[in-house]
Antibody, heavy 118, light 112 residues
Framework: QVQLVESGGGVVQPGRSLRLSCAAS????????MHWVRQAPGKGLEWVAV????????YYADSVNGRFTISRDNSKNTVYLQMNSLRAEDTAVYYC???????????WGQGTLVTVSA | DIVMTQTPLSSPVTLGQPASISCRSS???????????LSWLHQRPGQPPRLLIY???NRFSGVPDRFSGSGAGTDFTLKISRVEAEDVGIYYC?????????FGQGTKVEIK
């Protein structure tokens, strides 16, 4: 079965960096695009970034563009989110999401909490 | 960006009774390829979202048939024919027709 396991979250000071990882299993990772979607405490969902199945294209939300970088290693079945210059408003649970056929967010990880606080 | 607006924001329902959630987009969600990339997600308390419906009306794998989706263009509806206790939580509509992908603000379904 499809499994997505995020890691790397934690408490970080404003302006610092953090790298999230998402280990995938149960499907052919190199055939699927992958997204990061976040959810601030008590709030709704916000799309963050996407990477194509082969890493050829990457797109970002305006709110993180220039600060966050998505990447992947298909030999390790892992997608990453490098987050630099973190702000308090980046505090959220970050979900790794598979991009399925028909442009759908079809499988979600359990999420990893990032807290940006002094 | 396409704005997704859901109504109501909160829906107290009686077990066994139907429920309905509306989602309106600020622009047509018909893609140039002819498809409409409107999906519905369900998030139980403390859990990640899970996919219920894609392309307006297609139930995802394992989703009970009491869930149905309908609509076209800019107006869409999720219906639960008979609400069960496990259906509580927040429901989100989301569009993938136009970058960036956007979500509705969520509708909380709770049992009366």
């Amino acid at each position: 079965q499809v499994q997505l396991v995020e890691s790397g979250g934690g408490v970080v000071q404003p302006g610092r960096s953090l790298r999230l990882s998402c280990a995938a299993s149960g499907f052919t990772f190199s055939s699927h695009g992958m997204h990061w979607v976040r959810q601030a405490p008590g709030k709704g969902l916000e799309w963050v970034a996407v990477i194509w199945y082969d890493g050829s294209n990457k797109y970002y939300a305006d709110s993180v563009n220039g600060r966050f970088t998505i990447s992947r290693d298909n030999s390790k079945n892992t997608v990453y989110l490098q987050m630099n210059s973190l702000r308090a408003e980046d505090t959220a649970v970050y979900y790794c999401v598979r991009w399925g056929n028909w442009k759908i967010f079809d499988y979600w990880g359990q999420g990893t909490l990032v807290t940006v606080s002094a | 960006d396409i704005v997704m607006t859901q109504t109501p924001l909160s829906s107290p329902v009686t077990l066994g009774q139907p429920a309905s959630i509306s989602c309106r987009s600020s622009q047509s969600l018909v893609h140039s390829d002819g498809n409409t990339y409107l999906s519905w997600l369900h998030q139980r308390p403390g859990q990640p979202p899970r996919l219920l419906i894609y392309k307006i009306s297609n139930r995802f794998s394992g989703v009970p048939d009491r869930f149905s989706g309908s609509g076209a263009g800019t107006d869409f509806t999720l219906k639960i024919s008979r609400v069960e206790a496990e259906d509580v939580g927040i429901y989100y509509c989301t569009q993938a027709t136009q970058f960036p992908w956007t979500f509705g603000q969520g509708t909380k379904v709770e049992i009366k």
